[in-house]
Every structure is written in structure tokens, then in C-alpha cells.
């Protein structure tokens, strides 16, 4: 079977792209992935409704976020909701996700855990899209069969 690559957006193509929808997850970065802080607050600026990941046990929750005040370090070290308000997965349209290394075919690889990989199987309604510094672009990745791929990639 023939590979085919996703489209590549930049910054500015992003939020263009993202103006038509109104619930719209991502993260709060770790150090080393890209600083996605001006798409979230673009996200809350334009009157949409943000969500981010609370982890619990071995599940990502979907939770809305009104201030980023709201956000208090839980698992991991990751910025997360204090509180989840939770938001039904079917009404999530575009989810923002975060890694370490990406191909062009809408393969990504992260930390191994499986959180992102189990959510993203419950939404298959919504738009991935992985955000990404260049350095983390490399040719070619080997899937594991339960890996989510990825819709589109946006250069930060």
C-alpha cells in the first residue's frame, strides 16, 4: 500500500484553518515540544472553547478550559486542568497533538505511554493535528499497529 503524506501548514495557515471551529483541544507543552501558548490563547481570545487533557490513571479526560489559571502541574509534570469539566468526545472537531519525532505520512511517536494513541480512538470524527518543530521531522517512522495517524502537521 502506497503511503500518502498529509498537508503541512505553518503557524499563520493554522489559525486560518482552526477560525471555523468552536471546540478545539490541545496541550500545555513540555519543554521540548513546540510552544503552543499563542494558539491556545487564540483559542480562548476568539470566544472557542478550549480543551485540554487531565490525565487519570491510565485514561487522557477531555476537559474545558476557561482561564489558564485553571491549570496547575498534575502526572508527569504536565500542565493540566485543576477540575474536569468535562467535554463529551463526539463534540471535540480538532485536536491539536503534541510529540517527539514525526513523518510526513501522519506517523508520530511520543513517550510510549499510549495515552494520546487511546483517546484518539475515541474520536474519530475529530481532525489531528500534530504540532511540531522542524528538528522533529524525520523521513520516515515504523508504526505500531495501534498508533493513531495523524491528519495534518503544522510547523512551529
Not at 487533557?53 to 477531555?62: F, V
Not at 478550559?65 to 468526545?89: A, H, Q, T, Y
Not at 522533529?136 to 503544522?154: A, E, T
Request: glycine share 6%; proline share 6%.
Amino acid at each position: 500500500m502506497a503511503l500518502t503524506q498529509v498537508r503541512i501548514l505553518d503557524f499563520g495557515e493554522l489559525l486560518k484553518f482552526l477560525a471555523p471551529y468552536d471546540i478545539i483541544m490541545s496541550f500545555c507543552p513540555l519543554e521540548d515540544e513546540p510552544d503552543v501558548g499563542l494558539v491556545n490563547q487564540w483559542v480562548l481570545d476568539n470566544k472557542k472553547n478550549l480543551v485540554c487533557p487531565k490525565i487519570k490513571e491510565e485514561d487522557l479526560l477531555a476537559c474545558q478550559v476557561f482561564d489558564f489559571g485553571e491549570l496547575n502541574f498534575g502526572k508527569w509534570w504536565i500542565l493540566e486542568p485543576k477540575e474536569c469539566r468535562s467535554i463529551e468526545c463526539e463534540k471535540i472537531e480538532i485536536v491539536l497533538v503534541p510529540g517527539q519525532k514525526f513523518d510526513v505520512y501522519g506517523h508520530r511517536k511520543w513517550r510510549g505511554r499510549g495515552y494520546y494513541d487511546r483517546f484518539l480512538a475515541k474520536l474519530p470524527g475529530a481532525i489531528k493535528i500534530w504540532v511540531l518543530k522542524p528538528k522533529q521531522l524525520v523521513d520516515k517512522l515504523n508504526p505500531n499497529p495501534w498508533d493513531i495517524k495523524m491528519d495534518i502537521l503544522v510547523k512551529i
